[in-house]
């Protein structure tokens, strides 16, 4: 891919969290950005931040979940835009709550929204990117897709579907020799506004399950990863890593850790939220939340991990150096 400077990007779930995040990267970046969402407030000030950055950033209100809306919005961006270079899946929603106490309306809508709405966002862009044999489409995933923890099954079971997914349309692609490209990027735990307006039935206000990192830190590897789709995935945050390991060395382990720790994790001593659930209906829909959550305190702002997992020769390269110049000291004090 070339670089992302004057082309048209498209991002779901612009308005907040880390799609507000990655609009304002592909700004710093001089993109075209088209930004999808159902919040007014929060699309028109993410539009303004994209314009603050240096790029350009028009809005298309429309819910993922919706197939047509979709579609429509594509149509016209092509139309008022241009051709779309990239297209970027970050929109979703959630339930946090034991399973038992998940209505099958609020399951239902929560699969629409975080799995069928990366579904939806990949057939129009392939559609459209189809003809030209020229394209990225990039999925935000998460750790949870590997690991299913309490309180969150819902959206683990989505995000686990969207990895499935996102792999069988991989090797469908290959398969046809196709010059398009589909990537997965995995995160941590992120401070998003999510921790304030996803529907809770929880006692006391949800947290990221700690390490928690800035959602610029998610932004800077999901844009990364648009201008090198050809990798098929990339892991964000040293706790990501970990928690794909640990998955595939230990699994009953990590079970009964999560068993243990896994509700506590997610639960702060505070009240419950009592802002606007987006489940049904935006929570930004007139107000702007930002990219921010609650967390700043406790964010980390980079993660060192990512640049290891991006620069993966040189990385190696240091790596067996250092080693080659500890054997060669320990080696010249011993003959001393």
């Not at 459209?128 to 990225?136: F, S, V």
Request: glycine letters at 8%; a positive charge.
């Amino acid at each position: 891919m070339a670089p992302l400077r004057g082309r048209v990007v498209v991002v779901t779930g612009a308005s907040g969290g880390v799609g507000r995040a990655v609009a304002r990267e592909l700004g710093a970046r001089g993109a075209k950005v088209a930004l999808i969402a159902r919040g007014t407030a929060g699309l028109g000030a993410a539009a303004v931040d994209v314009g603050a950055e240096g790029g350009t950033g028009q809005v298309y209100e429309a819910d993922i979940a919706d197939y047509d809306q979709v579609r429509q919005a594509a149509e016209r961006i092509e139309a008022e835009m241009g051709p779309i270079s990239v297209w970027i899946n970050t929109a979703f929603s959630s339930v946090f709550a034991k399973f038992t106490d998940i209505s099958p309306e609020e399951y239902q809508r929560t699969t629409e929204v975080t799995y069928l709405g990366y579904v939806w966002g990949t057939k129009v862009a392939l559609d459209l990117m189809g003809p030209r044999n020229a394209g990225a489409i990039v999925q935000t995933g998460s750790a949870l897709s590997q690991r299913g923890i309490p309180l969150q099954s819902a959206y683990c079971g989505a995000k686990h579907a969207v990895k499935g997914f996102t792999e069988s349309v991989r090797t469908e692609l290959l398969a046809d020799g196709s010059d398009l490209h589909v990537t997965l990027v995995q995160l941590p735990a992120v401070n998003t506004p999510q921790f304030d307006w996803v529907l809770s039935k929880l006692r006391r206000h949800p947290q990221p399950v700690p390490p928690i990192y800035q959602p610029e830190v998610a932004a800077r590897a999901i844009v990364y990863a648009a201008e090198h789709p050809e990798r098929k995935e990339y892991w964000v945050g040293a706790s990501t890593v970990a928690t794909m390991l640990a998955q595939k060395v230990a699994p009953a382990l990590v079970d009964r850790y999560l068993a243990r720790t896994g509700a506590s994790s997610q639960l702060t001593d505070d009240k419950p939220p009592s802002g606007v659930a987006n489940l049904w209906k935006p929570a930004d829909e007139s107000a702007d939340y930002g990219a921010h959550g609650s967390f700043d305190e406790r964010s980390k702002s980079r993660s060192p991990q990512v640049w290891l997992s991006q620069h993966r020769v040189p990385a190696l390269i240091t790596l067996v150096a250092g080693a080659a110049m500890a054997a060669f000291a320990t080696l010249r004090s011993r003959k001393r």
